[in-house]
């Protein structure tokens, strides 16, 4: 199952950098998660002239490591706040390409690179394909929080419905997950989300709260890679 997921994340990867990396782009946004390793091979077997042409913003410390082990030029969207295409993975995608993302911690930088680009592309595998929000990711929404808010923002989060809202915990450590950010994670599970740009609202009015893992109306297309084989795309 595994090398078939794997298979299917690289179809998908190799499809969505063919038909959106174009020899015009001078900057290119490079999501985080195992979808991305993917998406950074296809790019180092383009011809290594558009790669010198190119500036690629990473979007956390895997997605950095991983461009700049293949030799590419990596900048920061600080200084190139205008992307032409930013290519990012997700944990769910929805039927209006609604998503959710953060299961790796890293969705505020993915959200500000994703928005600063004039394209955004998603690339999952069959199993993050849902009609709404909540019925595949049950983990629930990473909301990204200043340490020192956290109880005050993990008990608003249960006042908005999500009773089982949690923080994250370190696995190799004693002690929460924190993010390239410094701050604190908390996983809050809503359920299926009906009205995902609501919650989206609802929980940034939160103070405290740094980042939400709902992108919203953000997304163009999504190359789903699908256990026969094939690739699904589906667009707004």
Known sequence: MTSLIEQA?????????????????KVIGVGSGSTVVHV??????????????????PTSFQ???LLLDGGLNVGDVEQYP???VTIDGADEVDSQLNAIKGGGGAHLQEKVVAEAASKFVIVADFRKDSKILGEQWIKGVPVEVVPFAWRAVLKKLQGLGS????????VAKAGPVVTDNGNFLIDAPFGLIRDPAKLLTDIKL???V???GLFCNMAQVAYFGCEDGSVTIRTK
């Open 206 to 208: 939160i103070t405290g």
């Open 210 to 212: 740094v980042e939400v």
């Open 9 to 25: 994340k690289q179809k998908a990867a190799y499809q969505a950098v063919d038909e959106h990396v174009l020899p015009s782009h």
């Open 40 to 57: 950074v091979a296809r790019l180092l077997q383009r011809d290594p002239e558009l790669n010198a042409r190119t500036v690629f913003i």
């Open 163 to 170: 009773k089982e809202a949690m923080l994250r915990m370190a």
């Open 82 to 84: 205008n992307i032409d």
């Open 63 to 65: 997605s950095r490591g």
